[in-house]
């Protein structure tokens, strides 16, 4: 019969060795020969917490505590299940008991970190993962975790710093190879990412977390293809995996992976419908939502970020400042659509009544739209590393009037700042073509095309219309010198169709219309923008499909701005897309004098084109139907007098529909307006 000092030893061996069933009979044997003892609420505690059974620990570990109340593995274990309940404040004072016990106790410092960084506390975090470290320099789980709080204070080299030395003590720690790998993510790493990821995968090859993660890195280097491919695997793992619909959706779009995403779209409404995490409005706008399922999902989007109403850090207060404070907020201050919009009107508002401040949340890459755009303004605050609670902590100490969401639902969103109330008055601009569905914006900027009266149940921002377009048009952009079509690979006497959208806005309806476009007009070509190759080949496939010679498809690669749109004059006619339209690429058309022929969708993101024609004078450009955008453009092709008559207007037109100053005043006088409502 095995005595109980041998069987003790035996239920402690298999709960190391992550032996659940055979501690839990060990286990058993003890507790029927001495029932009640500390030592089997201990390690019968320590097995619930293995076990994922927290609750039922806590119990049986303060059972154990009573009877030895000095116990530093039993208030070690305390703390890790109160951590995992996510009682914090109760787990890091039980560390701190077993420290005041064992002052030189490694782990308990260890965890005691875990648990002042789910807590925010994360210098306080650091020092005590540190003073882990200077006890047991080779604690590997320590570096590990030193990591995550770096990665999460937003420090990513010194997270990789410390992944590397995990990683040199334990080659095989899969997490820290994952955790290294989305940290290089940040710095925009995307190769050594993917390297960390395959590395990881190899340790594990089941781990959905890990595949997801290289998918991921996949879709920033443009391999849509193989990110599919990716996320279909973590289907066959786990089918419900958190926000692999979303991801999926994402990369079908971005691949033109037309059968997939008809698949996906049947299944789209239901899942929003079901508030399912990870599904954003900018992909469900480009999977053809209508305005109601954009505004549950943007909520949907917002309820998950910010469950509860957050405590406002603005009160009522009323500043009296000379000059109104008008703060922008934005992730793309840099050689970006947003920024190159921007940029003038920063330079040209009124000094005299606003004072403006740049709230930066994205990379500084060094442009000269970036440096043109920090010399606009009166302040300009890089806060890229910082978490939205901080941003909306500085808008609230610079006193800001006015506080403008550049980004909304678009990479480096700052929205949930906004949650914060940091300003009397909030508005949503530009960036993102839709409602936020955030409880705290008061105003989205549009006009009376994007953003008409009777979408406004759509919204829950109040609508500031502007006169003309809402969307801004920088008229002192350079054109590079002119182009003759042998220099962009175009056949010199064909007439040529354009769009110069990203492959994504493509959908195979739209597609398709352009294939009845070719074959209608004989030895016409479409000159489309380079974009991936999966996409690319998607696109000819389907032209093949379609009995058109794939010859006709003409790529252009990127080029310098200047360049590129020089190169607009080269074509003949702009054909925009839907349900998202071209917005920063109509801009570039109507600023190189292209015309532009669009179709009127319902939602905003469908309905820029039209706003841009209506600010030109061309509403001939603006169609209702597939069969009038079709009979149009034919038209056009047919008529080169028609088609000339309608550029020599663009022409003359274009003072007009670039005159910032104009644009800038109209902005102001919203501004003011908005001011005037929420006094």
């Avoid at 061996?13 to 992550?18: F, I, P, R, S």
């Avoid at 109160?82 to 308990?108: C, G, I, M, S």
């Avoid at 403008?404 to 914060?420: A, C, K, P």
């Avoid at 994504?504 to 309806?509: E, G, L, V």
Wanted: charged share 25%.
């Amino acid at each position: 019969m095995t005595d109980l000092k041998t069987l003790n030893q035996q239920a402690v061996q298999a709960l190391k060795a992550g032996d659940r069933v055979g501690a839990e009979v060990l286990i058993g044997q003890l507790g029927a020969a001495r029932p009640g003892h500390p030592q089997v609420d201990f390690l019968l505690g320590v097995l619930r917490i293995q076990q994922g059974r927290r609750a039922e620990a806590v119990p049986l570990l303060e059972a154990a505590l009573r009877a030895k109340s000095d116990n530093v593995s039993v208030l070690l274990h305390m703390g890790n299940a109160l951590q995992d309940l996510n009682r914090f404040q109760e787990a890091v004072a039980k560390y701190d008991t077993a420290l005041t016990l064992k002052p030189d106790f490694a782990d308990a410092f260890n965890n005691r970190g875990n648990a002042l960084g789910a807590l925010k506390r994360f210098d306080a975090a650091l020092a005590s993962f540190d003073a882990a470290l200077a006890i047991a320099p080779q604690h590997a789980l320590a570096w590990y975790n030193r990591g995550n709080l770096l990665e999460a204070m937003g420090r990513h080299e010194d997270a990789i710093v410390a992944f590397d030395r995990a990683l040199a003590i334990l080659p095989d720690h899969a997490e820290a190879l994952s955790n290294k790998g989305s940290a290089l993510m940040k710095l925009d790493q995307h190769g050594l990412a993917l390297a960390c990821f395959d590395q990881a995968i190899a340790l594990k090859p089941d781990s959905p977390s890990f595949r997801m993660n290289r998918a991921s890195a996949l879709s920033r280097m443009n391999d849509y293809g193989e990110a599919l491919a990716e996320y279909e695997r973590v289907r066959t793992l786990v089918p419900d995996f958190p926000r692999l619909f979303g991801q999926i959706a994402l990369a079908a779009l971005y691949e033109c992976a037309w059968t997939r995403m008809r698949e996906i779209a049947a299944e789209m409404p239901a899942r929003v419908h079901a508030r399912e995490v990870g599904l954003d409005p900018w992909t469900v706008i480009s999977y053809g939502g209508d305005n109601a399922l954009l505004q549950e999902c943007a909520r949907n989007v917002m309820r998950v970020a910010v469950p509860e109403p957050l405590p406002p850090l603005w009160k009522g207060d009323v500043y009296g400042h000379d000059r109104v404070r008008l703060a922008y907020v934005s992730a793309d201050f840099h050689e970006h659509a947003v920024g190159n919009q921007l940029v003038e009107i920063l330079e040209r508002h009124d000094r005299s009544h606003f004072e403006v401040i740049a709230i930066s949340s994205g990379q500084d890459d060094g442009s000269a739209v970036r440096a043109r755009i920090m010399a606009a303004c009166d302040q300009f605050h890089d806060m890229a590393r910082a978490d939205d609670r901080a941003v909306a902590e500085r808008l609230r100490a610079l006193e800001v009037d006015i506080a403008v969401d550049l980004s909304g639902h678009t990479y480096g969103t700052r929205v949930g700042s906004f949650e914060w109330r940091p300003a009397p008055v909030q508005a949503a601009w530009l960036g993102y073509p839709g409602t936020g569905g955030a409880r705290e914006m008061d105003f989205i900027i549009g006009d009376a095309i994007v953003t008409p009266a009777e979408h406004q149940p759509f919204y829950d921002e109040t609508i500031m219309p502007l006169p003309g377009s809402f969307f801004p048009l920088d008229g002192g952009r350079a054109i590079g010198p002119a182009l003759a079509r042998v220099d962009a690979g175009l056949p010199r006497d064909a007439f040529v169709f354009c769009c110069f959208n990203r492959n994504w806005k493509i959908t195979r309806d739209v597609f398709d219309s352009w294939m009845r476009l070719l074959k209608a007009v004989p030895g016409s070509v479409l000159w489309l923008r380079a974009y991936t190759t999966g996409s690319d080949a998607a696109l000819k496939r389907r032209a093949e499909e379609q009995g058109v010679d794939t010859g006709r498809l003409i790529f252009a690669d990127r080029a310098p701005l200047d360049m590129h749109l020089a190169r607009h004059a080269l074509a003949d006619l702009f054909l925009d897309t839907l349900p998202y339209g071209a917005h920063a690429t109509i801009a570039d058309a109507l600023s190189a004098g292209l015309p532009v022929l669009t179709r009127l969708g319902e939602t905003f993101a469908g309905r820029v084109g039209a706003s841009l024609l209506t600010a030109a004078e061309l509403p001939e450009l603006i169609t209702q139907t597939v069969e009038e955008y079709e009979a149009t453009a034919l038209a056009l092709a047919r008529h080169p007098a028609r088609l000339k008559a309608l550029r020599d207007r663009l022409v003359e037109n274009r003072a007009r529909l670039f005159d910032m100053g104009v644009f800038t005043q109209r902005l102001e006088a919203a501004y003011e307006v908005m001011l005037e409502k929420k006094a």
